[in-house]
């Protein structure tokens, strides 16, 4: 058992293949590159809107079509039904976004640069937990607008979950949401580091397997 987990603890201190850490900066372009893109768009169309309303939700902000007047219309349709205004205080929920992408940008180089096999695990951890979590907060707060409405606002609607991915009809509106270009890079960064950590615990179990088998 100790010479099992002596072995393995060699394989943690292991440096990383030269083509992971080309990889690894090339990946990283990919995350700083989602700040410049949308990560999710989310858009309805109505007999009285039918050249549709929509927003652009970023890392940092969110971005109404027709130079922001669509959210205006969002959120005069909102007071209706007594949903929360989309706003500043709404996309305070973001403010932690672009910092927990920017260190994820310095921790990947730094296992480019100087990192080891523990270093490539411990950055594909926190990825997955930042994914996990960012994607969990954006369908609560989808929650929490469809089911916190205003008891007294002018039209009664039950209590309901938003579209996260796909269509649905509420009302006389059909909602739709997608994810955009800056999910698809930072997905692109997760199945990139996820794949890069298979590859070296399976080169790392072809070597333990190679050695095991040389003559002694």
Not at 17 to 31: E, F, Q, S
Not at 176 to 197: A, E, K, N, R
């Amino acid at each position: 058992m100790k010479l099992m987990l002596d072995e393995f603890y060699t394989f943690l201190n292991r440096p990383i293949h030269m083509g992971a850490r080309a990889a690894l900066v090339v990946l990283t372009v990919a995350l700083v590159t989602s700040f410049t893109a949308p990560l999710w768009k989310i858009s309805m169309t109505a007999p009285q809107y039918p050249n549709g309303l929509y927003m652009d939700i970023y890392a940092y902000k969110l971005e109404g079509g027709d130079e922001g007047q669509h959210i205006k219309e969002i959120n005069t349709l909102n007071h209706y039904i007594g949903m929360h205004r989309l706003d500043q205080t709404a996309a305070a929920d973001l403010d932690w976004i672009p910092f927990a992408l920017g260190a994820l940008a310095l921790m990947a180089l730094r296992v480019a640069a100087i990192g080891n096999v523990r270093h490539l695990l411990d950055l594909f951890v926190v990825t997955g937990y930042v994914s996990a979590f960012a994607f969990g907060r954006f369908v609560y707060r989808l929650w929490v607008f469809g089911h916190d409405l205003d008891p007294h606002a002018p039209v009664k609607v039950a209590p309901f979950m938003p579209v996260v991915i796909g269509h649905k009809t509420v009302a006389n509106f059909e909602t739709y949401s997608m994810p955009q270009l800056g999910s698809y890079l930072m997905g692109v960064f997760v199945i990139g580091v996820t794949v890069l950590v298979l590859w070296q615990l399976f080169s790392g179990r072809k070597k333990a397997v190679a050695a095991a088998k040389a003559p002694q």
